[in-house]
């Protein structure tokens, strides 16, 4: 992809240039424009750690803060190596007081890394709207697993989350993050509070918000619910831009409140002033487009056209469309060739993937099985067919050879049922699988390995015979 985009932009730059000298004029010097730096993204490895239990929860919330009515989203990621299980229906029976579970979605599992799987599971949460505002704690909680490959058991116990309600939250929401000198900017502020808090609105309008001007301001006010929702839109632009380069953005906006039930005043000019409370919104940052370029030396008048020689305008124009033409053709050439082996390349993997290959390999290894070796090379004999096994049962239904990499053996044999392969076929697979499964994991059994290795032919010969291959 990129080469060809590179064909595209050589041979648009060959078109203008032989263009722009075919109608050169005579001027004093060529005209740049500066556009500023452009931030190119750049991709960081997310380094995984390394895992030192056998599972390992992880908790996070979308926000530490709350007010009354709002629901509390908990993410839960479970993580957890290979051979060991999990009852996730433990999930749904934890207690989370004083919290009340509204909801809880358990994911289906993923592929973490090599050694490892995880799944995510989100709670729903709420605390009673009469709760005093204040800190609570998520309670930690224990899950319990086993560990087939280890032969052993255990409880992970999570970690406590504190969190607190608050009397008044505010959320902020800008239109757009990149706009032009004299665009208008939508930034709306919306402030959730009880009904007892009261907002000093009169302040609101009177910000500073520099270096943007304000155009407009609205304020609406309504209850929701519980709670009493505030709307402050404010339209901004800018329409200058300082002489120094600086980082634009929209400075952090208070919001004034008190709470009209408190009692905590004091006594000034013989009036009572309740106590003002402050809350802030985060400082937002913007980025300017300026097409703006300062030009330090003043242009000359127009002068008329120049008129050049044949010979000019054929190394001026021709000549180098002839040679962008060549270079062309010449990457293009290379690209196609590319092309071809990399089609070539697509088809020899989809032959060596076919259940023909598979078949051949499998009765390669069952020509070469030695049962009377060492138990580590038995075992590794049993992993190879094993692997060769599933492959070949994976591509008498099409299946992508990731999934059958990534999925059980009960899984796999479901998935092999529901594409309507011979039940037969099928029964004698997965006794064979599971006897493989056994010996991966556990003790290395001859008798059970010999069994299972003496079906492998039938699973062969029944599937050529109904034509599967």
Known sequence: MKRILLL??????????????????????????????????????????????????????????????????????????????????????IDLSPFSIEKVTVGERQIFNNDSDFCVITYILSLPDDAEVGIYTVPAFYISYNDEANKSSGQVQSSSMALKKVPILVETELDRDIINIGDTLKYTLTVWHEKYIQILKENMRELNLSPFKLIDFRINEEAEGKLRKTTIEYELSIYDLPDKEENFEIPSIPVLYFNKGEVDVFEEEDAKIPVTQRVGAPAIPVLINSLLKRIDVPLEGSKGPLVYSRKDKFLRSHLPVIIGVVIIIALGANEIKKLAYRMSAILRERIAMSPLAYAERIETLINSFDIGAEDDDLRRSVVMVDCTLRGFMGALKEMPGNVVRSVTTDELIAIIRDKKLADEIVDTADNVLKSFDSVIFGEVNRDVIKQAMDEVPEILKESRRRGYY
């Open 8 to 93: 595209i932009f050589l041979g648009t730059f060959v078109f203008i240039m032989s263009i722009n000298t075919c109608k050169a004029r005579q001027s004093d010097y060529g005209r740049e424009h500066e556009y500023g730096d452009s931030v190119q993204p750049r991709d960081i490895d997310t380094l995984i750690p390394e895992m030192d239990e056998a599972v390992e929860l992880w908790l996070f919330v979308s926000d530490y803060r709350f007010v009354t009515g709002k629901m509390i989203h908990l993410t839960l990621q479970m993580v957890w190596k290979l051979g060991v299980s999990v009852d996730t229906e433990e999930f749904n029976s």
